[in-house]
């Protein structure tokens, strides 16, 4: 693929997927305003962005077998906890940006999880296998994940357990 139209589609994949995610929230605050058709409204066209972000990942050649897509997950992850995140929080340090920081913070704690989450799933699948899991809990506040153990309450913010969204 010529190298513009690469550039191209990479930037058209990051605007439908942001796309995606921002009215996937927009429905969620239609819910709440008791605006139900609205908010389905936005969860169809969320899925038309989603659609679009999806072809456009494929062209790029970005997607592969499970195995390969652990492995970028896996890289993205990392490269979030490692690199992206704690830049990102240096500036916000700088310049005094308490919600950005506590953010960042969560961003970060969740995400170290996934690394780790998503590395058993890479073994389990070089060994020709899934891997074992009833339930994942995530937390709506934080994003915090934990398999099959429901907590009390969430260790990185403190949100009751009963409140966390399950898989």
Not at 29 to 35: F, L, Q, R, S
Not at 59 to 69: D, Y
């Amino acid at each position: 693929m010529k190298e513009m139209t690469k550039k191209n589609l990479s930037d058209a994949y990051a605007g439908e997927s942001q796309a995606h995610m921002k009215y996937q929230i927009f429905a969620d605050v239609a819910e709440k305003e008791n605006k139900p058709n609205i908010a389905k409204l936005f969860r169809a066209i969320s899925y038309a962005e989603r659609v679009h972000a999806t072809n456009h990942l494929k062209e790029l050649g970005e997607v592969g077998n499970t195995a390969e897509n652990l492995e970028k997950a896996l890289a993205g992850e990392t490269f979030e906890v490692e690199e992206m995140y704690p830049a990102y929080n240096a500036v916000a340090e700088l310049q005094g940006e308490k919600g950005a920081k506590r953010s960042i913070h969560y961003a970060i704690e969740a995400e170290k999880l996934h690394i780790k989450m998503y590395d058993d799933a890479k073994n389990a699948v070089l060994k020709d296998e899934d891997i074992k899991l009833s339930k994942v809990y995530i937390c709506p506040v934080c994003g915090y994940t934990t398999i099959d153990v429901l907590p009390d309450k969430c260790p990185i913010c403190g949100v009751p357990g009963n409140k966390f969204v399950a898989f």
